[in-house]
């Protein structure tokens, strides 16, 4: 066990319409990554959350976007889904951000199916 | 952005015997980790290893941050070792410790 909860482990929903994910980091971690892993593309980087504020991001869609509370738990929010969406989406997190000997643990991720 | 090679693509085994796999990278690198996604999607944490060697029962991993690789070790495998094996990089010139990843390594491991 990580210790990082992702929340829905599987979700199916009809395109057009919006999910949002559930992540809640590692006890004393203050960052949280989204990842998004689909057969053809791999392990693509989404968003990064640092104490609340973001931090980077990478190849995220104008129809995602994510927060990260006051408690630390982030969400990511997807909308106007489409069939292409269909995808592994990972929440990782770490103590720190952009500092040497930091480690990324990953959560079970969410199984998210379009149909 | 910075490049990571990993190889093989596939491997098949079968019980018992041992394999390296191996990571290359394009940049220098701040932090670098080894994950093996197993059948269920999940995602472990093998190693984190920016330099040096470690090793962790059957699996030891090297990195060579000078030359820009890294190896895994996995020795007498066994069947629950099937699964992706991914290498994971920050680069030294990024700002913010973002894990970029390989496309893995996937290996089936026949009893």
């Known amino acids: 066990d990580s210790g990082v909860t992702q929340t829905p482990k599987h979700l199916i929903t009809a395109t057009g319409q919006r999910v949002t994910l559930r992540c809640s980091p590692r006890?004393?971690?203050?960052?949280v990554y989204w990842y998004q892993q689909s057969l053809d593309q791999g392990l693509q980087f989404l968003i990064q959350?640092?104490?609340?504020?973001?931090?980077a991001k990478g190849n995220i869609l104008e129809r995602f976007s994510a927060q990260q509370f006051p408690d630390l738990h982030s969400e990511l929010n997807l909308s106007s889904l489409e069939l292409g969406d269909s995808a592994l989406y990972f929440c990782?997190?770490?103590?720190?951000?952009?500092?040497?000997?930091?480690?990324?643990?990953f959560g079970q991720g969410t199984r998210l199916t379009v149909v | 952005g910075i490049q990571v090679e990993q190889s093989p693509p596939d491997l098949i085994l079968q019980e018992g015997a041992n394999s390296t796999l191996r990571c290359n990278f394009s940049?220098?690198?701040?932090?670098l980790q080894w994950f093996h996604q197993n059948p269920w999607g999940q995602l472990i944490n093998l190693f984190y290893i920016p330099s040096g060697t470690k090793q962790n029962g059957r699996l030891s991993a090297t990195t060579v941050a000078t030359e820009r690789y890294s190896l895994l070790y996995i020795s007498s495998s066994q069947t629950t070792d099937s699964g992706v094996y991914f290498c994971?990089?920050?680069?030294?010139?990024?700002?913010?410790?973002?894990?970029?990843f390989g496309r893995g390594t996937s290996l089936i491991v026949h009893p």
């Open positions: 006890s004393g971690d203050l960052s």
């Open positions: 994971a990089v920050e680069p030294q010139s990024r700002g913010s410790y973002i894990p970029t």
């Open positions: 990782a997190s770490s103590v720190e951000a952009g500092v040497k000997n930091t480690e990324a643990f």
């Open positions: 959350y640092y104490n609340g504020e973001e931090r």
């Open positions: 940049d220098s690198v701040n932090n």
